[in-house]
C-alpha cells in the first residue's frame, strides 16, 4: 500500500512507471489476501490516459484485467494451500467496471487536453509565422525606400554638382551658358526634391492612400530625359535602342533604374570620358549595356562609394530574374551590363 501511494504521487510526471509500480503491488496484494483493489490501478490508468495517451491507458487497462484473471484464481489456491472443492475464483465485474470508467473518464479529459494545447501551439506558431513575415515584409520594405532614395538622391546630387562644376568654370568665359547651368541646377534638384517627397510621403500612410499618390514609376519612355540632363551635366552620352519595349512596367522601370545608376557613377567617378554609350537591346531578353571610357575617379573627388548602386541594381535584376555584371573594360573605362527575361513569356 505505501509502494502504491508513492507511486501515485509521482504519477503526472511518470505516468508509466506509477502503473507499473501499482500493478506489480496490487499483483502482491491479490496473493496476499482475495481480489482486487481497484482504486491505486483505477488512479494509474486515469493518469496514463490524460499523461500519456489513450493507447497508453487502454493497453493497461488491458493488461490489469488479464494479470488479474491469470493472478486471482492463482492466488486462491496459494492461499488455500492446494485445497480443492471451492471451485475456481475468478475476477470481480466491480473491479472491472471502476476502473473501465476511470480509463473512458481519463480518456475523455485527456484528449480535451491535448486538443487544447494542440490548439495553443498552432496558434503559437502561426503568431511565430506573422511575426517572421512582417519583419522579413519590414526588411523588404526598408531595402526598396533605401534603393529608390539612393537612385533619387545620388542621381540628382551627381548632375547637380557636375552643373555646378560647368557653371563655375564657363562664369568668365561665358555668363549665359554658366547662368543656363544654374539654372539647370534649380530644374534637377527640384525634380530630385518632389520624387523624394512622393517616396517619403507613402511611409506614413495606409496602402491605398500611399498607392494613390505613388505617381507614375519611371519608364524606358524617361530614357531620352534621363540621357538629357545628363549631357546637360558634361556627359557624351549616346543612347541606342533596338527591338519593341517589353509590356511589363515593373521590367521598364529596372531598365531606367540601371541605366540611372550607371550613368551616375559614369558622373561621380569617370576621369573625362570622350564617350558614354548606352545600348539597350529589347529581345526577349532585354539587354543593356553601359559602357564609358574614362580612366577612373577624377583627383580630388569623393572616392568610390559602398557599392549599394551597384547592389541595388543587381537585387532589382533578379526580382525579375535577371542579373547584372559590372567591372572595368580592357581597353579603360567601366561596363554594366544587364540581362532581363521577358516576363510575360514566362506566364
Known amino acids: 500500500m505505501i509502494v502504491s501511494t508513492a507511486?501515485?504521487?509521482?504519477?503526472?510526471?511518470?505516468?508509466?512507471t506509477a502503473f507499473v509500480v501499482v500493478l506489480v503491488a496490487t499483483v502482491a496484494s491479490a496473493v496476499a489476501a482475495p481480489g482486487i483493489d481497484p482504486v491505486g490501478p483505477s488512479l494509474a490508468l486515469y493518469a496514463l490516459a490524460v499523461h500519456r495517451s489513450s493507447r497508453a491507458a487502454w493497453t493497461g487497462f488491458g493488461t490489469v484485467v488479464a494479470v488479474g484473471a491469470a493472478v486471482v484464481p492463482v492466488a486462491a489456491v496459494v492461499r488455500a494451500d492446494g485445497g480443492a472443492g471451492a471451485g475456481v475464483p475468478v475476477i470481480s465485474p466491480i473491479p472491472v467496471l471502476v476502473m473501465l470508467v476511470a480509463v473512458l473518464v481519463g480518456v475523455a479529459v485527456g484528449g480535451r487536453r491535448r486538443y487544447v494545447a494542440a490548439l495553443v501551439d498552432r496558434a503559437e506558431r502561426l503568431e511565430r509565422e506573422r511575426d517572421q513575415r512582417e519583419r522579413l515584409a519590414t526588411a523588404a520594405e526598408r531595402a526598396r525606400i533605401t534603393r529608390e532614395m539612393h537612385d533619387i538622391v545620388a542621381h540628382g546630387?551627381?548632375?547637380?554638382?557636375?552643373?555646378?562644376?560647368?557653371a563655375d568654370a564657363l562664369a568668365e568665359k561665358d555668363p549665359a551658358r554658366s547662368?543656363?547651368?544654374?539654372?539647370?541646377?534649380?530644374?534637377?534638384?527640384?525634380?530630385?526634391?518632389?520624387?523624394?517627397?512622393?517616396?517619403?510621403?507613402?511611409?506614413g500612410r495606409d496602402d491605398d492612400a500611399a498607392t494613390t499618390d505613388l505617381g507614375p514609376a519611371p519608364s524606358v519612355a524617361d530614357l531620352p530625359a534621363l540621357v538629357a540632363s545628363c549631357r546637360a551635366a558634361g556627359l557624351p552620352v549616346v543612347l541606342e535602342t533596338s527591338g519593341i519595349p517589353p509590356r511589363s512596367e515593373g521590367v521598364q522601370t529596372v531598365v531606367h533604374r540601371i541605366v540611372q545608376?550607371?550613368?551616375?557613377?559614369?558622373?561621380?567617378?569617370?576621369?573625362?570620358?570622350?564617350e558614354v554609350r548606352v545600348a539597350i537591346a529589347y529581345g526577349p531578353p532585354v539587354h543593356v549595356v553601359v559602357t564609358d571610357d574614362g580612366h577612373g575617379p577624377v583627383e580630388g573627388r569623393a572616392p568610390l562609394g559602398?557599392?549599394?548602386?551597384?547592389?541595388?541594381?543587381?537585387?532589382?535584376?533578379?526580382?525579375?530574374?535577371?542579373?547584372v555584371e559590372a567591372g572595368p573594360r580592357p581597353?579603360?573605362?567601366?561596363?554594366?551590363?544587364?540581362?532581363?527575361?521577358?516576363?510575360?513569356?514566362?506566364?
Open 7 to 16: 507511486a501515485l504521487l509521482g504519477r503526472r510526471r511518470r505516468p508509466v
Open 306 to 323: 559602398s557599392g549599394r548602386g551597384l547592389v541595388g541594381m543587381r537585387e532589382r535584376a533578379r526580382l525579375y530574374g535577371g542579373s
Open 157 to 166: 546630387i551627381s548632375v547637380m554638382v557636375s552643373l555646378a562644376d560647368g
Open 179 to 203: 547662368r543656363a547651368a544654374l539654372g539647370d541646377i534649380g530644374d534637377v534638384g527640384r525634380r530630385s526634391l518632389t520624387d523624394m517627397r512622393r517616396l517619403l510621403g507613402t511611409l
Open 331 to 347: 581597353g579603360g573605362g567601366w561596363r554594366v551590363a544587364a540581362e532581363l527575361p521577358d516576363v510575360e513569356e514566362q506566364r
Open 261 to 274: 545608376e550607371a550613368l551616375t557613377n559614369t558622373l561621380r567617378y569617370a576621369d573625362a570620358p570622350q
